[in-house]
């Protein structure tokens, strides 16, 4: 009978125990392990390393370079903005030919007081006397100064006041602003400091009030967050409403005339100063009505059309249903100009309407002595302004006058030359779009800019031109 083999018997162990400590090499290790050194703060809350140091010099330089080019960029823009505003503002009636009845009651009157022949008006004439003409009689107020019953009448017009309907453009109104008497080569930069402070805070402000509003609605479970268009709509808004003041600011003083003697403000603190203590104070200026509901809905609706148009029109391009900034640039950019340019035919006429509002003045305050024609009888609020423009002015401008001598050879009588029966004479809705072709050539050189660009943002969407 044999037995199985063992296994115990073949284990033999080993010569020497397996070292855990590792070996003694003369030869230096390819990596050093250094212990922390030790902080000095108290519980170790301080950086391990020190910040860089801030260069003020440099960063003083960047704020300066950064100032004057927002400022150059407002100069070379503000004469364009100070003739369209000017035209937005001014007013415009329909009974703008009323020199010509006062010429024909005159003629009138001379037949009535001749008997018709010359035979027997030669009678009653004096040897050596001349054609005597019988004028009618002009209308005086209680202190004897002639009333002025026409804003065609040279005669009674202001001298700080352009005269109404010689304009239709912006380029013309700023040929005829520089040209009056008053005025000068430095009106068309009425307003640029104020202006330049505007803008700069826009663009640094509206920024910030859209990431807090973001971070604080994208931390919430609010359900209307699934569609942030409203974000930078509200955005806007807000930015627009904190800056109203301004805004107001700057449309006094392009509107104000030039010349020291009917000048209302000095510059943009007196301006704000005086405002604040005849018109309400801080709480007249941002919550009057008349500024308070035009400003919301000039910011609202730009904003508005500005964020949902260009979602609508850039599918419909021909690039295909899917157009976006990151895959497509330059579509998007045209979709933002086409856009822009659908928008204003909303925006303008809302913008016009604020900027007659604003200059209105209020409580305690003087009438604003403009340098353009303002209607002398104040608005009520956004829908009546909006009402007179379309009842009670023009469009057809410019208004043509010729000058025609008499048959004896005297002074020279202003005639209004024979007007065309349009319908734009009837209605003043041209009145709502000063300054609309001045925008498309701002809007299209935003796009080219863009497009040469790379399709980088230019802020081509708030530009104020």
């Not at 330049?196 to 807090?212: A, E, G, K, R, T």
Request: aromatic share 10%.
């Amino acid at each position: 009978m044999t037995s199985n083999p063992s296994l115990r018997d073949l284990y033999n162990p080993p010569s020497s125990p397996w070292p855990f400590v590792p070996p003694n090499n003369t030869s230096s290790p390819s990596y050093r392990w250094t212990a922390r050194p030790a902080s000095s703060s108290v519980f170790g809350l301080a950086p391990a390393s020190e910040p860089p140091s801030v260069n003020m010099s440099l960063l003083f330089r960047s704020l300066v370079a950064s100032a004057l080019l927002q400022y150059s960029s407002t100069a070379i823009a503000m004469p364009l903005e100070v003739g369209k505003l000017l035209l937005q503002i001014q007013w415009v009636p329909r009974d703008t030919v009323v020199t010509r009845h006062e010429s024909e009651e005159q003629v009138e009157e001379e037949e009535y007081l001749s008997d018709g022949s010359d035979e027997d008006e030669s009678y009653f004439i004096e040897p050596g006397a001349g054609p005597t003409k019988y004028p009618a009689p002009k209308l005086v107020d209680d202190t004897g100064y002639v009333v002025r019953t026409s804003v065609m009448e040279d005669g009674t017009r202001p001298e700080y006041i352009i005269p109404v309907g010689c304009a239709k453009h912006t380029w013309t109104m700023l040929k005829r602003l520089v040209s009056f008497r008053g005025e000068g080569w430095s009106s068309p930069w009425k307003g640029l400091l104020t202006t330049c402070i505007h803008d700069m805070l826009m663009f640094n402000i509206q920024p910030f009030v859209d990431h807090v509003l973001t971070s604080f609605f994208a931390s919430s479970s609010r359900g209307f967050y699934k569609s942030p268009l409203w974000l930078p709509i509200m955005s806007h808004v807000i930015t627009g409403f904190v800056l109203s003041p301004l805004d107001l600011v700057r449309t006094r003083l392009v509107a104000q005339s030039s010349m020291p003697q009917y000048r209302t403000y000095t510059g943009p603190f007196h301006a704000l100063s005086e405002i604040i203590s005849h018109e309400g104070g801080l709480k007249g200026v941002y919550f009057h009505p008349h500024l308070f509901i035009p400003t919301i809905l000039d910011t609202g609706l730009r904003a508005f059309t500005l964020a949902v148009l260009p979602s609508l029109i850039a599918p419909h391009l021909g690039f295909g249903p899917h157009v976006a900034i990151d895959s497509h640039p330059i579509a998007w950019s045209l979709a933002e100009v086409l856009a822009g340019c659908l928008g204003l035919l909303i925006t303008l006429p809302i913008e016009t309407v604020r900027r007659r509002l604003q200059v209105q003045t209020r409580g305690t305050a003087k009438p604003l002595r403009t340098c353009v024609e303002t209607r002398p009888v104040p608005y009520n609020g956004v829908v009546d302004v909006s009402w007179h423009i379309l009842t009670e002015e023009r469009s057809d401008l410019p208004i043509k006058r010729v000058y025609k001598v008499g048959q004896s050879g005297e002074a020279a009588d202003l005639e209004v030359t024979e007007e065309s029966d349009s319908w734009l004479r009837h209605t003043g809705i041209g009145q709502f779009y000063r300054g609309f072709g001045i925008r498309l050539a701002a809007n299209a050189v935003v796009f080219l800019m863009g497009a040469l660009g790379g399709g980088e943002d230019v802020d081509g969407d708030w530009a104020e031109l």
